[in-house]
């Protein structure tokens, strides 16, 4: 007897020290704001009436079964507001009548409409998630106070060695491309010859006689009148005159008039023509100023680069030139490596290393968080681009006609609480696409009713593609592992 009242004692401080020892597990390895959030949610999720509303799609758009549905309260946090039940299709036309089980039937689901966000799969939608103007302005701000810290440093470590580096490799590439370049003379000499006949005789030669010559003459003749007249005043006819006499009857070998017009030149046309050299500038930059201005020269000038760079022949034989000249050069490669393996080179990048790492550690975790916290646009990013989750959800927007707030203000539900409670299973939108004879978890919804929800109430509210594709808002909460959804109701409950 004494044995049995001592195992049902052990047994009764066993069940009692296991809700004690889950609780204080609880309270320390969990947030109690997590805990909290959990608990209103799930309280809300069993108390909370929900219905089937109806939406219809005015283009048509790619609608998933179960696809996600959010609204932003009144602080703008996303909140849960429910998921798609039915079409189960992929491909939904225009027209197609959608049907969302929403958390909470009081919701206002008449006095707006539903935007469709799928985010594209490339690099430009990664660096609209992760480079906010937040993230960049930080990333700047990090750069600047490294400048402004190690910038004398670095100049000081690595200026003599680029120096020294490009005054080793400029001999080698001056071979290499010049070499490159005379192994491709027939192929250039082609080109040449080809734009020669398209591009200078066709084009270029009648726009001088048209459009430059004209301009030239005319900017032109105002100063080249003003000199002439300057080395009239400073030439002697009579000096030149029994020269002419001279070299013609007496001496001809002595060339006296060619030695006088050398005389002119350096004494008096050479200091004229040196006293014009601004001049000169002016003149050039008013005929420049001018042509720039003319539709028909810059339209000529366009359309001829835009030919040459448009044309593959050339891109590949630079590519080529290039290639055999710097990038795929062994002779080139090699003395690339013996620059940086150098040991002067190496010690001074050590010693730049061990001083920048702490700004290159800051901008990983200003990019991609810490060992504690990953960044959240680098989970969405990941979420998005490696695991196929968050491809696509729908947003719930006030129309203009009833931007008004206060009806999402009249609600507790809607003033900034959740009114959605946790997740119910399956609403992943990478779950798989259903045939209308499938089920998962769920019947698909066919208007008749919804789980311990009401019927579907007014007209469907349309669904049109977001103009903007914002962020994802699954990260708003962490979706609770314990999930609950009601049992189905009785079909024709209401």
């Avoid at 939904?92 to 919701?107: E, K, M, N, R, S």
């Avoid at 070499?179 to 009648?206: C, F, W």
């Avoid at 504690?372 to 969405?380: D, G, T």
């Avoid at 594709?469 to 189905?488: N, Y």
């Amino acid at each position: 007897m004494s044995r049995f009242r001592g195992t049902t004692f052990v047994g009764l401080m066993i069940w009692v020290a296991l809700p004690i020892l889950a609780w204080v597990a609880l309270r320390t390895l969990a947030p109690t704001d997590a805990l909290w959030a959990g608990s209103q949610r799930l309280w809300q999720q069993w108390w909370t009436r929900s219905a089937i509303r109806e939406a219809r799609l005015e283009q048509p758009l790619i609608i998933n079964f179960r696809d996600p549905v959010f609204y932003f309260d009144r602080d703008g946090r996303p909140q849960r507001l429910g998921h798609v039940t039915n079409p189960p299709q992929l491909w939904a036309p225009a027209g197609t009548t959608l049907q969302v089980h929403v958390y909470q039937a009081d919701f206002p689901w008449q006095q707006g409409r539903l935007e469709l966000h799928r985010p594209a799969r490339n690099l430009a939608r990664v660096a609209e998630v992760m480079m906010t103007d937040e993230r960049i302005a930080r990333l700047n701000a990090i750069l600047l106070t490294a400048r402004q810290q190690h910038e004398h440093e670095i100049l000081a470590e690595l200026g003599p060695l680029f120096r020294q580096a490009v005054a080793d490799l400029r001999p080698v590439l001056e071979e290499e491309l010049r070499g490159a370049v005379e192994r491709h003379r027939p192929r250039l000499d082609r080109l040449s010859d080809k734009y020669h006949a398209k591009i200078v005789n066709q084009r270029l030669v009648p726009l001088v006689k048209t459009e430059i010559l004209p301009v030239v003459q005319r900017q032109a003749t105002p100063l080249l009148e003003r000199i002439g007249s300057e080395l009239w005043q400073k030439v002697s006819l009579w000096r030149f005159a029994w020269r002419y006499v001279y070299d013609g009857s007496v001496a001809p070998t002595d060339r006296l008039v060619n030695r006088e017009w050398n005389r002119f030149v350096q004494q008096h046309a050479m200091p004229i023509l040196e006293s014009h050299t601004q001049d000169f500038v002016d003149l050039q930059t008013a005929i420049v100023r001018e042509l720039a201005a003319n539709p028909l020269v810059t339209q000529a000038i366009r359309d001829s680069l835009g030919e040459v760079l448009d044309d593959e022949e050339v891109w590949g034989v630079v590519r080529s030139i290039l290639a055999e000249g710097i990038t795929e050069n062994p002779r080139v490669e090699q003395s690339m490596r013996q620059v940086l393996q150098a040991p002067r080179f190496q010690q001074s990048l050590q010693r730049l290393s061990e001083r920048l790492e702490p700004y290159a550690v800051l901008i990983g975790q200003e990019m991609f968080g810490t060992p504690e916290k990953v960044n959240e646009e680098f989970a969405l990013v990941l979420r998005h681009m490696i695991l196929n989750k968050d491809q696509q959800w729908l947003v719930w927007v006030p129309e203009p006609q009833a931007n008004d707030t206060d009806s999402l203000a009249g609600s507790d539900s809607l003033a900034g609480t959740d009114p959605t409670g946790t997740d119910p299973v399956g609403t992943d939108p990478t779950d798989p696409v259903l045939s209308s004879g499938e089920t998962s978890g769920e019947r698909p919804a066919s208007g008749g009713g919804a789980s311990r929800g009401a019927a579907s109430e007014g007209a469907p509210i349309p669904v049109r593609a977001a103009t903007e594709i914002g962020q994802p808002p699954f990260f708003v909460e962490s979706e609770s592992e314990l999930r609950f959804e009601p049992a189905p109701a009785p079909r024709g409950a209401s």
